[in-house]
């Protein structure tokens, strides 16, 4: 695979030369340049936070895929690793697609992923054909590969995206797949080795009978409780939900091994923004379970994709708790350290149609916002973030007659417009935490109870951060602004 690695590095060196600045991420995870995917090999290892993720790195469009790296002992501060797998065997030969990694007993890296090829060799005319592979690490870097693990039986056009882990002294794989039925489903298998597989059963099936294919899936225990996350494809939209093209969601239930997976709730979105998928969790060493997504689209041309040579991002890390069978999810603790200095407004009342500028200027920063909504009248209340002085902005408020959180690009710099809604059960205090980088915003709802992930490329300019009241006074019961550092240990260049 050197030869291969080595080329992959010198395309991503080539595209960085070229590498525009203006949206690209200060305190998200990106690759140097190039473009990236999902999550992938989420994993704590020789003392390190280890973070893979799909890459191209000849191009800003989804192409051959490899696994990109970095590395770290906090999840607050990031080192550049070098790019781990590259299509090299024939099993892999269009791509070394999606999958998780695991620390054996005799402390090694082991890495699960798919070998996609194309049929024809070109495109997907003829369709995928597709298996579980396994790479083995020594020092968390370098990777050999090893047989394939887990053949494609006859037929199935979509087999991909092992996750897997130990329960017991036995290890389990999931991974999603298209049934004959063309239905969407989650496939269970277990080893007691790491390299022998055995079928166990279809451990879940989309009842839904309009989804095809469950990418990324990912099960873990929470509490007393199994989560099930996956990304259905072909799910249609409804109302506020399943808005995106790609969207991501989970299941409630029970399971223990040998037995089948009990259902308990219905389907539910992760995250309501325009651009959050192929979720992926790990436990870390205080048994927190964490939690990336990707930021990125496969269905529109995103702005940098055209024109800055690099595309797409992961979320900030986030905390998954279950509260009430609903997941929550909220940023790591760790991100707090990223704050470099914080401006407090306190309790304060804006009249209807006033303005307050929070920064004149800035690119990284997040919001604390608490809103004392029994002393509120405003019809929607929110914050104008990339808010430049053609008026361009992205809005971010509670919108009191839909009752929901809302991300609105109707007025965005660049790129798709459209909005997006979280739920909200119209308490008193609603408190809303609002990430934004150079090219993103991530809000959330209450600590989490709600999440909205998206793009927003402003234009160029100062990018303003306003508090806007409309139609209707607004109290405010407490008000932060920190300014955000880089997780980066050393500059790209
Ligand atoms: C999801 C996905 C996976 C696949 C990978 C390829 O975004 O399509 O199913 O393994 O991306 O890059």
Known sequence: MDDELTAAEDGVSALLSRRRERWYPVFHIAAKAGWINDPNGLSYFNGRYQVFFQHHPFGTNHGPMHWGHVSSVDMITWRREPIALAPSVEADRDGVFSGSAVVSDDEKLVAYFTGHRWRNGVNEDQGNLQVQCMAVSENGRTFEKKEVIVECPEGLQHFRDPKVWRTGDRWFMIFGACSAENRGQVWLYTSDDMYNWEFDRVIFEDPDPSVFMLECPDMFPLGDRWVLLYCPMGLESDGYRGRNDHNAGYVVGSWAPGEKFEQATEYRP??????????????APDGRRIAYGWMGSFAVPTPPQLTDNWAGQLTVPRELTLDDDQLRNTPVAEIRSLRDSTTEF???????????????????AEIELELDLSATTAERIGLKVHNTLDGAHTLVCYDDLAGRVCVDRRLTGNGDRGYRAAPWPREDHLRLRVLIDRGSVEVFVN????SLSSFSFPNEGPRGIVLVSESGDTHVASLNVHTLATIWERPDR
């Open 270 to 283: 992760l995250d309501w923004g325009h651009q959050f998928y192929a979720p992926q969790t790990f436990e």
């Open 346 to 364: 306190g309790e304060f009342r804006l009249r209807s149609n006033e303005e307050r500028v929070l920064m004149a200027d800035s690119e990284a």
């Open 447 to 450: 600590d989490g109870e709600e």
